[in-house]
């Protein structure tokens, strides 16, 4: 699905001086580097890009903008917090080597690293509590808004391997 919104937008964009469809080719990129990244951090990189670069490409900001950079810049500190929590094991931040090292963390811990994860995932992919972002980023690219639905996948996809990690400790434990 992202790659046909990314052809898409790359034909599209041919005759706009290519602008449009650049922001949708990152966009797409980012996506891509969200979902495939078996390393924890380059996931968030990617899903940060995949959020931030159609809020901030046209360079206007609104303040329906304004406010969807704030929600998301929230929510993908809330992210990266809660990778940390889930990360405090001291292995590197794969999530196969997270899930072995699971067991040694504290079930409190894992669950509040979680549920910061999911709630953070729900923002970016615009799914709640805040899902307005998405209507502000459609309204001026909206080959890019084509594209942020499969950030709901991708949100789904991390949000499954966080589970994992929480997973693996309960079944130790």
């Known amino acids: 699905l992202g790659a046909t919104c990314g052809l898409l937008a790359t034909w599209n964009g041919r005759g706009a001086g290519g602008r449009p469809a650049g ?14 990244a078996d390393h924890m951090l380059l996931g968030w990189l ?11 490409a046209d360079g206007r900001l609104t303040s329906g903008r304004g406010r969807a950079l704030l929600a998301m810049v929230l929510a993908l500190a809330l992210v990266l917090f ?9 292995v590197a ?9 699971a067991p ?41 808004a084509a594209q942020l639905p499969v950030l709901a996948a991708v949100a789904l ?15 130790s434990a």
């Open 82 to 90: 809660g990778m940390v929590l889930l990360n405090r094991s001291g």
């Open 93 to 101: 931040p794969h999530w196969g080597a997270l899930a072995e090292a």
């Open 104 to 144: 040694g963390l504290p079930a409190e811990q894992r669950a509040l690293g979680f549920i910061l994860v999911l709630g953070g995932l729900a923002t970016c992919a615009g799914l709640a509590p805040l899902h307005g972002w998405v209507r502000e980023v459609g309204r001026g690219q909206p080959m890019v």
């Open 157 to 171: 996809a991390m949000l499954l391997r966080a589970r994992g990690i929480v997973a693996a400790g309960d079944d």
């Open 46 to 56: 990617g899903l940060a890009a995949a959020v931030l670069v159609p809020l901030l």
């Open 23 to 36: 922001v949708a080719l990152a966009v797409l990129a980012a996506i891509e580097l969200a979902a495939l």
